[in-house]
């Protein structure tokens, strides 16, 4: 329930309805930024990011109706090589990481590991169990995110434009839900005359 509290007892049926026991206090979860800024041990390379390209206030104090942020661990960022960070995060590189980064926004489209809403419906759109494939709109312009989710039995992977994959399902939010990648997504070039191509884990 919300992430992090197990049901250990269930089905305990009342006149009025029933009961399941849980394992720990169940709190509203607080929202995205609040989250990022609450975990520096994985999320402190991304929090200065944000920070420096000013998207940390914008999705703190924009109103949506939910939204899917996939969240760059610091491992993420680690392998990157410090070449590129060194880049990223000086002045000369900071368009591109507003760039980088607003390519891990998912504004009004929530997507879990088991259920989507779009943000054209109201109504949950239920990921069967199998394969499922959704193009997620992003916050950078005309880009979008390509998602597989695969669910057998208890086994659930999502992969992100073939490559990346989220290592940390589901993180519950207020204004949405946190997937934690284990690589930084990097947009698609342009080709020209043609489609864009995905990035395959070359050198940046």
């Known amino acids: 329930v919300n992430f992090y509290s197990r049901i250990v007892a269930i089905n305990i049926f009342g006149t009025n309805g029933v009961i399941h026991g849980v394992d720990s206090i ?3 979860p607080p929202n995205v930024a609040t ?6 041990g994985e999320f ?3 929090e200065l990011g944000l920070g420096k390209t000013g998207l940390f206030d914008v999705i703190n104090t924009t109103d949506h109706k939910g939204g899917t942020f996939f ?13 590129i960070n060194a880049f990223l995060f000086s002045k000369y590189g900071q368009k591109y990481l507003k760039a980088l980064l607003e390519y891990h926004l998912v504004p009004d489209n929530t997507l879990y590991s088991d259920a989507y809403y779009s943000a054209d419906s109201k109504a949950q759109e239920g990921v069967p169990k ?9 916050m950078l312009k005309d880009r979008s995110l390509s998602v597989d989710i695969a669910r057998y039995g208890g086994f659930i992977s999502i992969k992100i434009n073939g490559f990346g994959r989220v290592s940390v399902q589901d993180g519950i939010a207020q ?3 946190i997937q934690v990648v284990s690589d930084v997504l990097i947009p698609p070039k342009q080709v020209p ?12």
Do not use: C
């Not at 199998?130 to 992003?138: I, K």
């Not at 005359?193 to 940046?204: D, I």
């Open 26 to 28: 169940i709190l509203p």
């Open 175 to 177: 204004d949405g839900v």
């Open 71 to 83: 969240a760059p661990s610091n491992f993420a960022f680690q392998k990157l090589g410090p070449r």
């Open 44 to 46: 402190s390379t991304l």
């Open 130 to 138: 199998g394969y499922f494939h959704v193009d997620l709109p992003t």
């Open 35 to 40: 989250i990022i800024d609450l975990l520096p």
């Open 193 to 204: 005359g043609g489609p864009g191509s995905m990035w395959a884990g070359e050198e940046l």
